[in-house]
C-alpha cells in the first residue's frame, strides 16, 4: 500500500488519539467546573408546609380562665434566595397560615399571612466584587487553559505522527540501499565463483565472497526488520494496527527539499516574537496565572463580616454577623496567592525556553540541511563511479571485488545523506511544533503536509 504524507496525516486527524481524546474530556471537566461557579447566581428556592400547634387562652361565659386551650392550624413558608453580581444577597417570601378555628383574637402566638424580604449586604471589601464573581471569572479561564490544552495535544500527535513518518521512511530508503548492496555483493560472489571453477580465482577467495553475501543478507533482514518495527510502531499511533488493509503500508515520499536556503539564527527573535503570540502552552500558562490572580482577590474578598437587612409587614430589623478569627481567609488568600507567584514564574521560565528551543531547531535545522546538501554532490559521484567499475569489471580491467568495495561505499554514503535527510524533515516539524504551526486546529491534512516538506519563513 503506497502511501503519502498527506494520507497519513489525514488518517491521525481522524483517528481518536488517547492524548487529544483525554484534552477533551479534560475541556469538559473544566467547563463543567464553570458551570458550578455560575450556580452561585442560581435562584434558589425552599419551602415547608406542616401544622402548627398553638397555644390559646380558654374562656368561660366570655371572661377568660386560667384553662390553655390548643389549635393546629395549617402553616407554610415559600422563599426565594439568589446572590447578585453586587455581592448582595436576596431572600424574599412569605409565611402563611390557615384560619384558627376559634377566637384569633384570644390566641398567645398569634399567626398571621405575612411577606419578608431580606438583603443581607457584606460590609467588607466584597461589596461590588463579591468572591463568588471572582471565581467565576477564573472557572472561564480555567476553560480558555482547558481548550489550549486539546491544541497542545493535537500539536504533539501530529508531531509524533510526522516523525514516526519519517523515521519509517528513512528505514526504508536504507532497506532499499542494503538490498543493493546484497545484490552487488552476490553477483561479485557468482562471477568469483564461476572464474573459481575455470581455476582463474581462488576457491578460498569465492568462498569469502559467498560469506560477505551471506552478511549482506542478514544486513537486509535487520533493515527489514526495522521498517515492520516502525509500521506498528506509525500504525499504533493511527490506531489501525488492526486494520488488514494496512499491514502492508509502503510509504511513498521524497525527504524535504534541505536545497532552499532555511531560516538562520538571525531570523531567531521575530520567530520567539511570533511563537509567544500563539503557542498553546504559554498562552494556557498566561490564562492560569489570570486565574490564580483572581482566586487570589477571591479569597481576599471573602466578606466574613455580614450586615442583613430585613423588612416585613411587621418588622424592620438589621442583622449583623461575623467570624471570629480569620484562618479560613487568610489561609486560602496564601494559598492562591502563591499559587499565581508559581505561574508567573512559570511563564517567565517557559518564554525564556521558547526562545532557546528556537535557537536550538534553528541550528539543528541548517546543520541539517547543510550536511545533506554536501553529501547530494559525494552520492552522485559515487554512484557513477559505481557504474563505471562495473563497466571495467564487465571489460575485465579491473577485478570483481572492486565493483563490491565500490558498491560498499556508496551504500555507506547513501545511508549517511538518508540520516541527515530524516534529520533535515525532523527539524522542520520540531521547528513547526516549536512555532505552534501544528496546533492550529483550522489546517487541513493537505496544508499540514506542505509545511511539513518545507522550512518555515521568517515573515510567516
Do not use: C
Not at 492524548?19 to 461557579?37: D, N
Not at 565463483?193 to 577467495?205: C, F, K, N, P, T
Amino acid at each position: 500500500r503506497k502511501t503519502g504524507l498527506q494520507q497519513i496525516l489525514e488518517s491521525a486527524m481522524g483517528a481518536e488519539a488517547a492524548g487529544p481524546l483525554l484534552s477533551r474530556h479534560a475541556r469538559e471537566r473544566a467547563q463543567g467546573a464553570l458551570q458550578v461557579a455560575e450556580s452561585a447566581f442560581d435562584w434558589s428556592i425552599s419551602a415547608a408546609a406542616g401544622k402548627r400547634r398553638i397555644a390559646q387562652a380558654g374562656t368561660s361565659m366570655g371572661f377568660l380562665t386560667t384553662e390553655t386551650e390548643f389549635d393546629t392550624p395549617f402553616v407554610a413558608t415559600v422563599f426565594g434566595e439568589r446572590l447578585l453580581q453586587s455581592g448582595v444577597r436576596m431572600r424574599a417570601g412569605v409565611f402563611l397560615a390557615s384560619d384558627l378555628r376559634q377566637d384569633a383574637r384570644r390566641a398567645l402566638n398569634p399567626l398571621v399571612n405575612r411577606p419578608q424580604l431580606t438583603f443581607d449586604i457584606p460590609v467588607t471589601g466584597a461589596l461590588g466584587e463579591p468572591a463568588e464573581a471572582l471565581r467565576l471569572e477564573a472557572a472561564r479561564n480555567d476553560v480558555v487553559a482547558a481548550d489550549f490544552d486539546t491544541r497542545i495535544a493535537r500539536a504533539a500527535y501530529l508531531h509524533r505522527v510526522a516523525a514516526g513518518f519519517w523515521k519509517m521512511l528513512a528505514a526504508q530508503r536504507r532497506v532499499q540501499a542494503d538490498r543493493s548492496l546484497r545484490d552487488t555483493t552476490a553477483e561479485v560472489a557468482s562471477q568469483l565463483g564461476r572464474l573459481a571453477e575455470r581455476g582463474e580465482a581462488a576457491a578460498a577467495e569465492a568462498a569469502q565472497w559467498r560469506a560477505r553475501t551471506q552478511l549482506r543478507e542478514i544486513g537486509l533482514q535487520k533493515a527489514t526488520l526495522e521498517v515492520a518495527t516502525l509500521r506498528r510502531e506509525l500504525l499504533s499511533l493511527l490506531r489501525l494496527e488492526q486494520r488488514p488493509e494496512w499491514q502492508g503500508l509502503d510509504l511513498a515520499a521524497e525527504f524535504p527539499d534541505e536545497g532552499a536556503q532555511p531560516v538562520g539564527l538571525a531570523h531567531a527573535a521575530p520567530l520567539v516574537e511570533r511563537a509567544l503570540q500563539l503557542r498553546p502552552d504559554y498562552l494556557r500558562l498566561k490564562e492560569q496565572v489570570n486565574a490564580a490572580q483572581l482566586r487570589a482577590r477571591a479569597a481576599d474578598r471573602e466578606s466574613a463580616d455580614r450586615l442583613a437587612l430585613v423588612a416585613g409587614l411587621d418588622r424592620l430589623m438589621l442583622e449583623w454577623s461575623t467570624v471570629l478569627g480569620g484562618n479560613r481567609n487568610s489561609g486560602l488568600r496564601r494559598q492562591h496567592e502563591q499559587d499565581a507567584e508559581i505561574a508567573r514564574l512559570n511563564l517567565q521560565e517557559l518564554r525564556r525556553a521558547i526562545g532557546v528551543e528556537i535557537e536550538q531547531h534553528l541550528a539543528r535545522l541548517a546543520a541539517a540541511a547543510q550536511a545533506a546538501r554536501a553529501l547530494r554532490p559525494v552520492t552522485a559521484q559515487m554512484a557513477r563511479h559505481v557504474d563505471g567499475v562495473r563497466r571495467q569489471v564487465a571489460a575485465g580491467l579491473s577485478p570483481a571485488s572492486a565493483l563490491a568495495e565500490s558498491a560498499e561505499a556508496l551504500a555507506q554514503a547513501l545511508k549517511e545523506r538518508i540520516e541527515a535527510q530524516a534529520q533535515h524533515a525532523q527539524a522542520i516539524a520540531d521547528l513547526r511544533l516549536a512555532l505552534a504551526e501544528l496546533s492550529d486546529p483550522g489546517i487541513g491534512a493537505a496544508t499540514l503536509a506542505e509545511m511539513l516538506r518545507r522550512a518555515p519563513l521568517a515573515s510567516r
